[in-house]
C-alpha cells in the first residue's frame, strides 16, 4: 500500500527528528528476574520527553524480535500502573492520565503494541493472529521494566492482550487488572457491527482507508474529543501498520483461561453508549467466566470512558489500584 511504503521510507528520517530533540534516561533493568521469564532487552533511547508529564522513554525486543517502544512517568518509586492501549491507539491514547495530577503518585507505564506507534511492524499475518506473541510483548516490558506487582489496565483490543498475558502467565506477578471498553472475545455478539468501516480499513485505496479511520476514531466516543485531540488521535491511528489491522481480527483470544483463570481483582469498566463494543454482553460473558469480577458502566461515555470522563476514571482507576496493591 502507497501509504504504508512512504511512511517506513520516512520513518528513519523521523526518528532521526526525535533523536535530535533531547536527552533522556532509559531506566534500570534490575529485577528482571522477579518477571515472568520471556526473552527480553531493553536498549536506551536519547530522546527528550514530548510533554512535561513523559519522563523515560525506551525500547524493548520481544521474543519474536519486534521492537516495542516504552515510556515512563510518574513517582518512579510508586505502585505501577501498565496502560495497554487498543487498536489504532498508541501511549498517547492515555494522555490525560500520564497527565493527571491525581495519578503522578504512581509509576505510570506506556508502551506503543506491535504494529502501532513507534513500535515495531512486522508484516507476517502470524505476527497479530498468534495471541501469544501480544501475550509476550506484555511480558517482555514487564521483565525489562522491574515493575514490581503492577496493575494492568487494557482498553479495547489491549484487554485481549491482558487475557492472553493472564493465560500465558497466570495472575502471580501482577496485583490485578482493568478492562476499560475491553474485548473479551472477538465475538459478533459482543462486537457492535460496523461492517463499512471494517472493510474500509484495509482497503488498499487510501482515500478510503484514511476515511475509514476517521470513521473508526468517531466511533471512539459518544462525547467526541476536543478537535486537536481528535487530530492526534487521527494521526495516530494513520501510523498503524496495514498488514496489522488486516489480520488482527483473526487474533485468538484465550479467554477461557485467562479471564477464568484471574484470581486477582478485575475490573471491567464501560460506556453504556459504547458504539464499538456492547457492554452488557460482554460483561456477561467476562462473568459467566469469572464471577469474581466487579464491574461498572458509566452512563455518558462511550467506548473512551477514561477520556469522556477522565476524572471520574482517574478516581476509579486510583481506588482499584490502592485496594489491589495492599490486598
Known sequence: MLH??????LRPTLAAFVLT????VAPAIGQAAMMPAAPTQATAMPVAATSPAL??????????????AVQESGNPEGPPVVFVHGLLGSRLSWDAQVASPQLQRYRLITYDLRGHGLSGKPVAA???????????????VLAASGARNPVLVGWSLGAAVVTNYLAAYGDGHIAGAVYVGGVIELDPAQIAPHPDVYRDLVSPDLKTHLDAERAFVALCFHTQPDPVTFQRLLANAALASPEMV???????IAAQAGVGGMRKPLLLIYGARDALVQALPSIERARGLNPGLRSTVYDKAGHAPFLEEAQRFNSDLAAFVDAAVSH
Open 4 to 9: 504504508h511504503s512512504l511512511f517506513h521510507r
Open 21 to 24: 530533540v533531547g536527552v533522556g
Open 55 to 68: 519522563s523515560r522513554q525506551y525500547t524493548v525486543t520481544a521474543p519474536d524480535g519486534v521492537t516495542l
Open 126 to 140: 502470524t505476527a497479530y493472529t498468534d495471541g501469544r506473541r501480544w501475550a509476550d510483548d506484555l511480558a517482555a
Open 246 to 252: 488486516a489480520a488482527v481480527p483473526s487474533m485468538s
